[in-house]
Every structure is written in structure tokens, then in C-alpha cells.
């Protein structure tokens, strides 16, 4: 009959102890309970493990042998257990991570693809929000992490992680008329309406301060869309509306859409890996940010 992990953990109680009933307290059972595991120990040996008298219980010379191998066999399980936890902390989960519109070949998508390949266990929640939102979800421990741009004069409160830079560009449809002028300016632009974010977008703010300079009216917006999707890259490709993209986000729209070399409005973004300030890192938070890492900053 195999050994019962259960039994040889009161066997080392008693062990310890001395006495069944202190072991039993130890080990949150009856002492009735320490007594038959004992005698199951005793009957599946074969020899008495103990020597009960008035003033508790010794080891026998059987005893001692058997209890330096129980020793052993009770260390290699809990060794075996901090192992398994550990593999489970990586392999298995919850990430909570937050990004403003990837994407769909992005650094942050190919990460998090990449994690699904190697833990099939991870579950990610993903949120789409802007830069601000993020930032507060994060600080208020709804989200783990979040990947978010960083216009020149933008501030957040978490802290940051530096991936990478993201060009931002005026973009229009293929034949639009603006890309016939060889040197396009503010005034070039003058006359077609835009598809920007809200008034509080870094982004939108970084143009009309450019106009602003310049001394000219802000630019006229007809639509505004919070992220420049597909919806919105679909609006500008059918009409004559200029926008505001990131240039990643052209790859897929290579000869329908194209940069206007407008070099007044042209300006980067950083790209930032934001985190709780002092949080805790857990094994996952640490294999996506390595992985996003690899994935923005490739080895030459």
C-alpha cells in the first residue's frame, strides 16, 4: 500500500511534538486522527514507529530511519509544489492590459500574440481607452499595465517604460489634390475639412498649437473619432478629408491612402509601458513587458 503525503506529515508533526495531541493541534485534527495514521504508517511497515508512554512519544531505532526518509519525501513535495505554483504563475492568469488602438501588426499585438503561443493558460482582458483613461485605470488597479503615445508636453503619473517612437503624419487619399503641390504648406491645407480626436487629444492639441504659431486658424474638423480605426482610415480614403495618423497605421492602406509631406505638422510620439507607481510586478506583467521590449527594441 502506497504512503499517504497526509500521514507521513502527521508522522512528522508527532515527530516534532513529541506528543499526538500538540501534533494534532499543529496539524488542525483529533488526536484520534494522528493515532490511525500512525497505525496505518506502523501496519503498512511493519514495525512499531513509536514508543507511547505517559510522557508523549519517541522515535524507535525503526523510527529514526523511517523518519529521515519521511523527512526527505515531504521536502521533495513541497519543493515539487513551489515549483508547480511558480510554473502556474507563468503559464497560466490574468492580464489586464490597456492600449489606444493598435494596430493589427503592432509591437503591442505581435506581444500579445506571442504570450498566447507560449501560455496557453493566459487569459487577457484587453481595454481600449485613451492615454488619460488608461493612466487612471491603472492608478486605481483596474488594469496591470497599459501601451500608450506620448505627444512632447503630455504628462502621466504612472511610471514608464520607454519602447519606442511612433511618427505621426498628415495622411489623405491617394489622388487627393493637396498631394499634387510639391512643397504642401498650412495654407495648401486651408481648405479641406478634417478628421481629428476630441479637443483633449495630445495629438490634436500639438497641431492647433502649430497653427496657432503660425497664425493661422485651427484646422475645420467635420468628424471626430477617438482612435483612427479602420472605420475612420475607410472615411478618409473615400472622401477628401485630411487626418491625422500614425504612419504604422498606413501599411495597410498602401495605395489608398498617403502621407501629405506637410513639414510643419509632421512631429513623433513616444511610446510608453505604463505601470503602477511602487505596484507589484507579477510573473506575467514581467513576460509581457519583456516581450514587448524584444519586440520595439530588436537586437542589432
Known sequence: MPFSLPDIDYFLAVVRHGHLGRAAQECGVTQPAITKALRRLED?????????????????????????????????????????????????GL????????????????????MLRRRPGVRIRLIIGKSDALNAAILAGDLDLAVVPCPAGITYTCDQIDLDQDSMLV????????????????DTLADYGWLMPSRDSGARRTICARYERAGMPEPRVMVEAEYMSEAALGLVAA??????????????????????????????????????????????????????????????
Request: charged residues 20%; hydrophobic residues 40%.
Open 95 to 114: 492580464l489586464r492590459l490597456g492600449v489606444t488602438n493598435p494596430t493589427g501588426d503592432s509591437d503591442t499585438v505581435r506581444a500579445m500574440a506571442e
Open 44 to 92: 503498512t511497515v511493519g514495525v512499531l514507529l513509536f514508543e507511547r508512554g505517559a510522557h508523549g512519544a519517541r522515535l524507535t531505532g525503526e523510527g529514526r530511519l523511517f523518519h529521515e526518509q519521511a523527512r526527505r519525501v515531504s521536502m521533495q513535495h513541497d519543493e515539487l509544489t513551489r515549483v508547480s505554483e511558480e510554473l502556474r504563475a507563468h503559464h497560466s
Open 171 to 186: 495622411v489623405a487619399r491617394t489622388g487627393h489634390p493637396v498631394l499634387q503641390h510639391p512643397q504642401p504648406g498650412l
Open 239 to 300: 472622401t477628401d478629408l485630411l487626418a491625422l495618423c500614425p504612419a504604422i497605421s498606413l501599411r495597410a492602406w498602401a495605395g489608398r491612402i498617403e502621407a501629405v509631406p506637410v513639414e510643419q505638422l509632421a512631429f513623433t510620439r513616444r511610446l510608453l509601458l505604463l505601470s503602477r507607481p511602487g505596484g507589484h510586478w507579477s510573473a506575467l506583467m514581467e513576460a509581457f513587458r519583456d516581450l514587448l521590449l524584444r519586440y520595439s527594441r530588436p537586437a542589432a
